[in-house]
């Protein structure tokens, strides 16, 4: 157990619509990080942040996009699904952003149709 | 740029043998390296990880990693592999700003 939650743990969407996962870090992270992994792929950083502040984007459009709270919970958005979307979806916390291991939660399988 | 390459896609093994699984890392700095384990279904639990120090790295469930620079290898080993090792294996390397890089992964089939 890493004490990182997410919810739902599955999802089915339609081409277009939106979507909101959330996260909930160990306590005392303030820095999150989400990873969306392909099936049969690793996964793939799409942002971190720290502070409640984004801290660091991979190659995802703006589509994407999250929020971090100060009770150490946070979201990922994805505005205007494609089926290429559906994947399973990591997030991670950690204590800091330099040299510190990220725990990650049990992630949240999407399905878009 | 980094990246990780882990060249074996699925390995088998059968219960009690000896595994090593490869990773080869690119990256312009002293490199942060993790391996992760993934069970079906499963988020990502750390199995161990380098940031400096001895390059000979102990981890948890009797796993163990050799960091070679002159390599550019990460590689995982165990001495005796249990039939609970199944499961998928992630190599990854950090990318500076606490992001991670990882390989595409290895399937690890154990055989009674």
């Known amino acids: 157990e890493t004490g990182v939650t997410q919810s739902p743990t599955h999802l089915i969407k339609t081409r277009g619509q939106q979507v909101t996962l959330r996260c909930s870090s160990q306590?005392?992270?303030?820095?999150v990080s989400w990873y969306q992994q392909a099936l049969g792929q690793g996964p793939q950083f799409i942002f971190q942040?720290?502070?409640?502040?984004?801290?660091g984007r991979g190659n995802f459009p703006p589509r994407f996009s999250g929020l971090q709270f100060p009770n150490y919970s946070s979201e990922l958005n994805v505005n205007a699904l494609e089926l290429d979307d559906s994947a399973l979806y990591l997030c991670?916390?950690?204590?800091?952003?330099?040299?510190?291991?990220?725990?990650f939660g049990p992630g949240t399988r999407l399905l878009v149709l | 740029a980094q990246s990780v390459t882990q060249p074996d896609i699925h390995i088998t093994v059968s219960e009690g043998a000896s595994l090593e699984l490869r990773c080869n890392y690119s990256?312009?700095?002293?490199?942060?390296l993790f391996w992760y384990v993934q069970s079906p279904g499963q988020g990502l639990q750390l199995l161990l990880k380098y940031f400096s120090g001895d390059t000979l790295v102990q981890g948890i469930k009797g796993f163990e990693a050799e960091f070679k620079r002159s390599q550019s290898s990460f590689n995982l080993r165990k001495p005796s592999v249990h039939w609970s090792d199944a499961a998928e294996y992630f190599c990854?390397?950090?990318?500076?700003?606490?992001?991670?890089?990882f390989g595409t992964g290895t399937r690890l089939t154990v055989i009674p």
């Open positions: 991670a916390s950690s204590g800091d952003i330099h040299q510190e291991t990220q725990y």
């Open positions: 942040y720290y502070r409640e502040e984004e801290n």
């Open positions: 990854a390397v950090e990318g500076g700003a606490n992001n991670l890089f």
């Open positions: 990256y312009g700095a002293t490199p942060y």
């Open positions: 306590s005392g992270h303030n820095t």
